[in-house]
């Protein structure tokens, strides 16, 4: 293997060509060959930029032998970039195999970061950003769809999707019968665009939102959903609210049962609460 030979795994704009990393256009000149998710989006790319590298098509569906083609410039010391339609390499696109081959084939892999959906939608949410899980897209259909987000329903991290448009009011749909329409989320769509849209309200809100301005449904789209501990978190304030006021005409045990019932909290944590104030 030569020792000049490495994968360059670079990211490229979601929407805004400014937001191509100078670095990133230095690497997709100088190596031999880029693979790219679909050609003939990656070479309008190329064009706006003047580089002329040739492309190589490698995505979920190439055979095994673009990936054998591939090794084989490595074998030669050369030098290949993996780009993806938008955004980074490998994050909802195909690539983990040429990257795995690499690192068996003692391939130097660089990766040259940039722009990232996920991760622009989850630093413009408003919700926890220091623990999360990327989910990708959910299943097409709605009953498989509902049956992943019970599952993730108890998760306490903040919850990251992408969607695509003729979808989202439907997600949205089940994400309020599954979470619950009072879950706090974020809708960030057509990032970095002319038409970008970044709104914080709760899942019930987003989805009447999306169902009742067509052009919600329109591009690509990040939900970025709270985690379970922050709905607790709010019912627990809820009922702290709601007790302090019920204590004023009612006894304790009384309060701490209507505060429950009317927040979600639970009434033993608020009856304790009580005892505590007192």
Do not use: C
Not at 120 to 131: C, E, F, N, T, V
Not at 183 to 188: G, I, K, N, Y
Not at 266 to 275: D, E, F, N, W
């Amino acid at each position: 293997m030569g020792s000049t030979a490495a994968l360059y795994i670079v990211a490229t704009p979601i929407g805004n060509l400014a937001d191509m990393v100078p670095r990133g256009l230095t690497i997709l000149q100088q190596v031999a060959v880029i693979a790219a998710e679909d050609t003939r989006h990656s070479r309008r790319l190329l064009d706006h930029f003047g580089i002329d590298t040739p492309l190589v098509a490698y995505h979920d569906h190439s055979g095994p032998q673009v990936l054998a083609a591939l090794r084989q410039r490595w074998s030669r010391g050369e030098q290949v970039a993996l780009i993806s339609d938008a955004g980074t390499p490998l994050v909802a696109d195909p690539g983990y195999r040429l990257v795995d081959a690499a690192h068996e084939d003692g391939v130097r892999v660089v990766p040259i970061p940039g722009p990232s959906a996920a991760l622009a939608a989850l630093s413009a949410s408003g919700l926890p950003s220091d623990r999360f899980v990327f989910e990708g897209f959910l299943p097409a259909r709605s009953t498989a769809r509902r049956q992943r987000l019970r599952q993730l329903s108890a998760e306490e991290r903040t919850l990251v999707f992408y969607e695509a448009p003729h979808r989202l009011q439907e997600t949205l749909g089940d994400a309020v019968a599954e979470l619950g329409p009072e879950r706090p989320a974020t809708l960030a769509r057509e990032l970095t665009k002319q038409f970008e849209t970044v709104r914080r309200a709760t899942l019930g809100t987003l989805h009447q939102w999306v169902a009742e301005d067509a052009n919600q449904r329109r591009g690509e789209s990040v939900l970025v959903v709270g985690g379970a501990r922050q709905v607790a978190s709010e019912a627990e304030q809820q009922g702290e609210r709601l007790l302090r006021l019920l204590l004023e005409e009612l006894p304790l045990a009384r309060a701490a049962a209507l505060a429950a019932r009317f927040s979600g909290d639970r009434k033993s944590r608020l009856y304790q609460l009580g005892l505590d104030w007192q």
